[in-house]
């Protein structure tokens, strides 16, 4: 109870409650998640979560904007990495997509593919709409025009996001194990090639 009461005290509670939560996530699954498994991983009572989270669906929404959070931080960081032309950004945008799948597949499947979190929650709808302006963003430079105001642009940025998703998707489930020596010799090298190939012309 110490801890509990410690954790609190210092503002800790949430932080360590999310913690806990993207572990007991990765372990369990969305079907297995629970606030008294998280509570227990994380050292205090079974009460303790309802401080921040009044049910299961408040702590995945927070969890999935944690998720859209470090998305984001992927993207920028790829990106930042990337030349001034802006076909290398899109590619670089996506490799950091994928990455962020690849080193965290469970928060990838709870934020894009699972209804429990609220999507409506404007935390997340703030952190989601940073990751996905960076994608329109990049189309934009290389289209000349915000690609959101033309049926053709939102094709391309579907087009576009579609695939990215679809390779992260396929490596996380182990479908493209033909392109493992290139991936395990140069793994972005070898998104970038393929990433390279979806780029609208």
């Known amino acids: 109870m110490t801890r509990t009461k410690s954790a609190y005290h210092h503002g800790d509670l949430r932080q360590a409650l999310l913690t806990a939560a993207e572990i007991e996530l990765g372990e369990k699954g969305l ?10 991983r994380a050292g205090v009572s079974h009460a303790a979560p309802a401080h921040h989270f009044k049910d ?4 995945l929404t927070a969890l999935a904007t944690v998720a859209a959070e470090r998305l984001t931080q992927s993207l920028e ?3 930042a990495l990337a030349t001034e032309d802006a076909s290398d950004r899109i590619v670089a945008s996506g490799i950091g997509y994928i990455a962020f ?11 894009f593919g699972s209804e ?6 404007p935390r997340l709808v703030e952190q ?12 934009a430079e290389l289209r000349g025009a915000d690609p959101m105001t033309e049926e053709e642009g939102m094709l391309d ?7 990215v998703h679809g390779i992260a998707s396929l490596l996380i489930a182990d479908r493209m ?25």
């Open 56 to 59: 299961t669906a408040a702590m």
């Open 31 to 40: 079907e297995g998640f629970t606030l008294r498994g998280v509570a227990r």
């Open 116 to 121: 429990r979190p609220d999507s409506d929650d």
């Open 177 to 201: 194990r033909f392109l493992k020596p290139m991936l395990t010799r140069d793994r972005n090298a070898t998104l970038a090639r393929l990433i390279r190939r979806t780029i609208p012309r």
């Open 157 to 163: 940025t579907a087009a576009l996001w579609s695939a």
């Open 77 to 79: 960081k790829y990106r």
């Open 101 to 111: 799948a690849l080193e965290n597949p469970a928060l990838f499947k709870l934020l």
């Open 128 to 139: 989601a709409a940073r990751a996905f302006h960076i994608l329109t963003g990049d189309i």
